[in-house]
């Protein structure tokens, strides 16, 4: 199996020094990159420069939307994007998966750009963003073609972005081949208004308390899931604490009759 940073534009570090390279690089921390005099994609794992999907915005180092910016950093200005499509050769046996993805959906009858919305390779790992019409038989088809053998996945976990409009809610999926030790990732989205996904329960048992916790945290609804109840929060509790948009304080603290306020509003600089 070749490695996937082998070959291809898009696989990480290309164009960046490798660890030690450079004058003092090796001497300057534990993993041999000094961020100094080595900088590249590799080690700045927040800068896309102007590549990608930009979704918003974000004034200040935590995007406060009212009152002052108690960070001392409220001018600051940064895009916040997420990664966009690769382009072909994505590198090493990426290439191999995604053909093989493509080939056995087409065998089904399907149209591959139809079921995957895009392919992202983005520090060392590969992504398809999956229709979610389609989630169960990609899902499906990863498990059982002989050629792709991903027989485990380890959970699905939730994300949310209120400036990705019309797919502010994500569900991300790690899927583990045994058989040839890869790991790739599929996302789906959904908005806001329409929070549903299908249960991969039928596909991947294991993804049964997965799929309760993201639905208690994000409000995710994964249809066909046998019993969907929140796994952490009171059954009666309201909203769903992950989002993004969701309040950070203001919760009555009924013991001393009091309520504490969000942080946005216990104080103000002027």
């Not at 399907?110 to 992504?127: C, F, H, P, S």
């Not at 002989?146 to 994300?159: D, H, I, K, N």
Request: glycine letters at 14%; aromatic letters at 8%; one cysteine or more.
């Amino acid at each position: 199996m070749s490695d996937a940073k082998s070959n291809g534009a898009n696989t990480p570090g290309d164009g960046a020094k490798t660890p030690g390279s450079g004058a003092g690089g090796a001497a300057a921390n534990g993993n041999g990159v000094n961020p100094e005099k080595d900088l590249g994609a590799a080690n700045l794992p927040g800068m896309r420069g102007a590549g990608g999907e930009e979704i918003r915005v974000q004034r200040g180092m935590f995007g406060a939307g009212n009152g002052g910016d108690t960070s001392g950093y409220g001018g600051l200005v940064r895009s916040i994007r997420l990664p966009g499509a690769a382009t072909r050769p994505y590198g090493g046996w990426f290439d191999e998966v995604a053909d093989e993805l493509e080939g056995a959906l087409e065998e089904q009858g399907l149209v591959a750009g139809n079921a995957i919305d895009k392919t992202v390779v983005d520090r060392g790992e590969l992504t398809f963003h999956i229709e979610r019409e389609y989630l169960v038989t990609v899902a499906q088809t990863l498990r059982d073609d002989p050629a792709l053998r991903f027989e485990l996945c380890t959970g699905v976990s939730g994300a949310h972005y209120p400036g990705d409009k019309g797919r502010e809610l994500h569900a991300v999926y790690h899927l583990r081949s045994i058989t040839h030790n890869r790991l790739i990732r599929l996302e789906v989205s959904a908005p806001d208004a329409d929070p549903h996904i299908p249960s991969l329960v039928s596909v991947y048992p294991t993804n049964d308390w997965h799929e309760r916790e993201t639905y208690d945290f994000f409000g995710l609804v994964f249809d066909g899931h046998s019993a969907l109840t929140r796994i952490m929060m009171p059954d009666d509790w309201q909203g769903f604490p992950q989002r993004k948009d969701y309040p950070l304080g203001g919760i009555p603290v009924e013991y001393k009759g009091a309520q504490i306020p969000a942080p946005d509003q216990r104080r103000s600089y002027s």
